[in-house]
T-cell receptor, first 112, second 114 residues
């Protein structure tokens, strides 16, 4: 089954403790991206990747890192999480620049 | 700068009513794509439709229809004879810069009451 898999689904952590949210897709998509969803703000793009080893900042990249060492994986790294990064995170992938996004099921992160 | 505005934060209707969700966008690009996604209470995000900036044809898919008007920079979504299963948050989105950049509206939460 074609899918984007994110883990974990829920994560509670403390300020400053590094964490990684994994994302993997099995559709051989070149494009992958991360979004955060906050009430009243919709989804905001954090980072995106056009292909292996090619990444760029979205609208809200501060406090986040990404890497794209393999085509299928695009982990999101929070080196020193802060409470304002408490949010619902979605990973997504797509074939071409303008094809529809396929989303993972989301990761709800709480930073205390 | 690019912008997507969904002015309706929440809409509540009774089953079988028609409802229109508004989406207004801003972009200086001449080539862009518009999308609608649905987020049901279970939380996943589901693609509904895509339109490019050169295709102003309206689209109908069952009870769903979309009206794209470049003159008013709008891409509105109408649900005819709404059903309880239509209850969800609906997001309008704009792609530009070859599709690498995507901006979403804040979303409209639709409640359909039985």
């Amino acid at each position: 089954e074609a899918q984007v898999t994110q883990n974990p689904r829920y994560l509670i952590t403390v300020t400053g403790k590094k964490l990684t949210v994994t994302c993997s897709q099995n559709m051989n998509h070149e494009y992958m991206s991360w979004y955060r969803q906050d009430p009243g703000l919709g989804l905001r793009q954090i980072y995106y990747s056009m292909n292996v080893e090619v990444t760029d900042k979205g609208d809200v990249p501060e406090g986040y890192k990404v890497s794209r060492k393999e085509k299928r994986n695009f982990p999101l790294i929070l080196e020193s999480p802060s409470p304002n990064q408490t949010s619902l995170y979605f990973c997504a992938s797509r074939w071409t620049g303008n094809s529809p996004l396929h989303f993972g099921n989301g990761t709800r992160l709480t930073v205390t | 700068a690019q912008k997507v505005t969904q002015a309706q934060t929440e809409i509540s209707v009774v089953e079988k009513e028609d409802v229109t969700l508004d989406c207004v966008y801003e972009t200086r690009d001449t080539t862009y794509y518009l999308f609608w996604y649905k987020q049901p209470p279970s939380g996943e995000l589901v693609f509904l439709i895509r339109r490019n900036s050169f295709d102003e044809q309206n689209e109908i898919s069952g009870r769903y229809s979309w009206n794209f008007q470049k003159s008013t920079s709008s891409f509105n979504f109408t649900i005819t004879a709404s059903q309880v299963v239509d209850s969800a948050v609906y997001f309008c989105a704009l792609n530009w810069d070859g599709g690498f950049k995507t901006i979403f509206g804040a979303g409209t939460r639709l409640f359909v009451k039985a």
